[in-house]
């Protein structure tokens, strides 16, 4: 338990301090620094599972964290902080174009910000069901404010579909809960049990059809909190209206807890050797999602909406991968998204900031107006598309490949067409945004500044493909 | 087949979200919704005095924040943003009711595809089912039929209430820490979603879902 607390002790204070504190300025930096901190914490504890030393970290009962867990709160805590720190610059840009917010909203959005980070955590380290359930949906209460900060009609409309449509989704999965808990009451464990660790060690005996109800229900209730499909119209409106820190949060870490719910399940259903079931309805609604996204990014207006398509686009290829049941490539595939959109997310705001308009009819000429927010916006398109050299190149070449059997060489044929038809898509936006005559009133507000997260991100993305060796994400 | 205390109080429980679906007046939707969830406390505490003692307390719990705490908030919003109907938008309210009822006759028949979950007596166990189904299918027909946006939050609480119901008549009871928690996040969701009530309301001048549709591709 004292670990638990060492490592939420960060976010807390940090949460209190923010609505406590009166100058919201000096809260920005202090947010943002500590998250560093709040990363080396997390990294110091999740060292000995990263290096290899240890398989499982053990903190109470229900709540332990493997490799993979490990990953991704890392992963989430990075996102989080590059966030954070480009926020700083983002609000203060914000307030040079007379966008000027009341203070008190600052403290709601850092005190959020940070419980949201908690809520996130969360969901890796929690080891039983219930638990999972309650975090994912912490995190759409704790984002809810996030996405309403500029507290104009839109963000309104957007919040309140946000919050109903994940919430009734999360409810599905709470039904689907209460199945698998179900089906836990048969063979050895009498009272029945939520425990993920447990539930596998005794897979065989669950009950599969309650399982296999629970399966589905969960698939479909946390599926709607990372956008599948049919259930996604959520999210393209809470990303977009959004502020620009908060979407790269949603897309580059909440989308992730919500997978790993599914990833969670999904590991008791292969447990109990129905491994076929599970790929079946995984990489089926995976495909269908990815080739649904490549659909809807053909036709867009509107910039930000554009990169939320893509998310649902990765998030279709991530199903894939929890679908072939790979772990590594899941982290993967994650990773290198959360690395490109996260920049993408930053760069659109500070765009669409200068430009006056997220309509993409409006935006064109970056290039001549802002060089380094142009270059650094093409590469991050790049990433995120899938383009040789970057990270996100190697893990869909891996995941195409795995997916590539003669028995599923429909899924691969219409992975690797839809791949194409967004990557086309998305160039030939961003090409109509980096070309042509600059604006007259484009605005940039301290551009290289404003450069330095997205610029991080994509280099990590670049190392991430240039140096990938499956050293880096065997055994997860 | 005559019925136990506890599968009354559990089906009795899926009749007044049935009578729910057939008003349209805000506050009598409240007061369905507050007798509903007293069914459900009643239905816990008798679980309770069979199988663990533990459900007392989430009886207790449940009666002092679902059935008066949240509906009382509510009405208070309600009254606040002055919402009193709800017209509803594809389906009038009577028929809806009856939709409800037909419903509840396709959740006795689903019922029965269910494997058997819990060894106390087969009949209860589908009762149990029954209600719980019949509740989470009510609570879907009113968020997909009301219009207004305090609506979506009690269709979103009678959802819950069938899950609910149907962890309690189908299993021994999850975890008292799970149950803890489920209801804390149901209670800061309400809160958050009524808060948005307020800015709706300030904002659009009116409280209609439906009519939330400047958002689109």
Known sequence: ?????????????????????????????????????????????????????????????????????????????????????????????????????????????????????????????????????????????????????????????????????????????????????????????????????????????????????????????????????????????????????????????????????IWRVSRIVVASHHHAFAYEMVTVLGTLTVVAAAIFLIRQHSFKRMWAYSSIENVGLILVAIGIGSGALFFLQALNHSLAKVALFLLSGNIAQAAGSKRLHDLHGVWKASPPLGLLLALAALAVTGAPPFGAFVSEMLIFQSSATPAHWLVATLLVVAVAIAFVAVMTHVGRILLGGAKADFRAFKPVLASLVPGALVIGSLVMGVFAHPRFWEGL | MTLSIYELAVLSASILAIFLLGTTYIRTNLGFYSAQTMAIAAATMLAGSQREPHLYVIAL??????????????????????????????????LSMHLGILLLGASYILSSELPMMLGHGQGSSRIGATAAMSLLFSGILVMLTRRIAISQIIGFLMIENGIYLFALTQTHGMPMMVEMGILLDVLVGVMIAGLLLFRIKKSFEHIDASQLTQLKD
């Not at chain 1, 670990?3 to 609505?19: D, V, Y």
């Not at chain 1, 009962?61 to 989430?76: E, K, N, Q, S, Y």
């Not at chain 1, 409309?157 to 989704?169: F, N, P, R």
Request: with cysteine.
């Open chain 1, 1 to 261: 338990m004292g670990q638990l607390l060492l490592l939420s002790a960060i976010p807390l204070i940090l949460a209190f301090l923010s609505l406590a504190a009166a100058d919201e300025r000096s809260v920005r930096r202090i947010v943002a620094a500590m998250l560093w901190a709040q990363i080396a914490v997390v990294g110091w504890f999740v060292a000995p599972l990263l290096l290899g030393a240890q398989t499982l970290l053990s903190f109470a009962p229900d709540f332990c964290l493997d490799r993979l867990g490990a990953c991704f709160v890392m992963l989430t805590t990075t996102v989080v902080a590059c966030a954070a720190t480009h926020a700083d610059t983002f609000f203060a840009g914000e307030a040079e174009h007379g966008h000027i917010h009341n203070p008190a909203h600052f403290k709601i959005f850092y005190a959020c910000l940070n419980m949201f980070l908690l809520a996130m955590s969360a969901v890796f380290i929690c080891d039983n069901l219930g638990y999972i359930w309650i975090s994912v949906e912490a995190t759409t209460l704790f984002s809810a404010p996030l996405v309403y900060f500029d507290r104009t009609k839109n963000a309104l409309e957007a919040t309140w579909k946000y919050l109903i449509i994940c919430s009734v989704g999360i409810a599905f999965a709470l039904l689907g809960t209460v199945f698998v808990f179900a089906s836990s009451q048969h063979g050895a464990i009498v009272q029945g049990s939520l425990n993920i660790t447990k539930l596998v060690a005794h897979a065989s005996e669950l009950d599969y059809s309650l399982l296999r109800l629970g399966f589905i229900f969960c698939l479909l209730g946390y599926g709607t909190k990372a956008g599948i499909f049919p259930l996604h119209s959520w999210l393209p409106d809470a990303h977009s209206e959004a502020p620009a820190p908060a979407s790269a949060m949603l897309s580059g870490a909440l989308l992730n807890c919500a997978l790993f719910g």
């Open chain 2, 61 to 94: 719990i449940i009666l002092l924040l679902k059935a008066v705490g949240i509906p009382v908030f509510l009405i208070w919003i309600a009254d606040r943003i002055d919402a009193q109907t709800d017209a509803g938008t594809y389906l009038p309210a009577p």
